[in-house]
């Protein structure tokens, strides 16, 4: 994590601060922390919505996984006209603009990049190894997790300790996501790194009905 100020403000939660920082040095607004990210994508991980709206107020040029991860559509798609290859690039902390669009919940953004070729199954240059349908259903995004399974999205692959991403509707008790993936053809006897399906990880969590229909 960076000391610079301007990641210091994002992480207190200093809206002020970060617009200190900028007029002292505006290229702040381009800087890097210790995992390659910029102080917007560091304030959209932190959930710091005052600093991130100042930074977004000093700052036109977003790259493509900035304009993916605020949902910023029409800067995406002039970015991705300008260069389609963006569409399969990777971020710094390993993510393309596809994972960060799902993760943060812009189904909009999420459909742009797959109107324009994203892989829907890109796995994480990371140890989490999620690819976009993780990042959509751990952020409970029901479009998103829609158009990925319609692009082609396998609801069977699994990312860092082996888990699908029915195991994490199921740990999430979300009965519609549940029912999305398993019409996609999501497999309920998977088991995770810790020899637990779907099912397992909903009885632990309490959602017993959606246990139900797992076993069943």
Avoid: K
């Amino acid at each position: 994590m960076s000391d610079h100020p301007i990641y210091v403000a994002i992480r207190t939660g200093d809206a002020a601060a970060v617009e200190r920082a900028l007029a002292i040095d505006p290229s702040a607004a381009h800087a890097r922390d210790g995992e390659g990210r910029t102080p917007v994508l560091f304030a959209a991980y932190m959930r710091q919505g005052e600093p991130l709206a100042a930074l977004l107020a000093h700052i036109g040029d977003l790259d493509v996984f900035e304009a993916a991860a605020v949902g910023r559509e029409v800067r995406l798609g002039a970015l991705l006209a300008a260069d389609p290859s963006l569409v399969r690039a990777y971020s710094a902390d390993g993510f393309t603009a596809l994972h960060l669009a799902c993760f943060f919940s812009h189904d909009a953004a999420a459909r742009i990049l797959l109107d324009h070729g994203a892989d829907p199954d890109a796995v994480a240059r990371n140890e989490m190894r999620v690819t976009p349908l993780h990042s959509a259903v751990a952020a409970r995004s029901h479009a998103a997790v829609g158009a990925l399974l319609a692009a082609g999205a396998d609801p069977n692959t699994s990312q860092q300790g082996g888990w699908t991403a029915l195991h994490a509707a199921a740990q999430h008790g979300d009965r519609s996501l549940v029912d999305l993936l398993l019409s996609a053809g999501a497999d309920a006897s998977i088991a995770n790194d810790d020899d637990m399906t779907a099912a397992d990880i909903a009885t632990d969590t309490g959602h017993d009905a959606i246990a139900e229909l797992l076993r069943g």
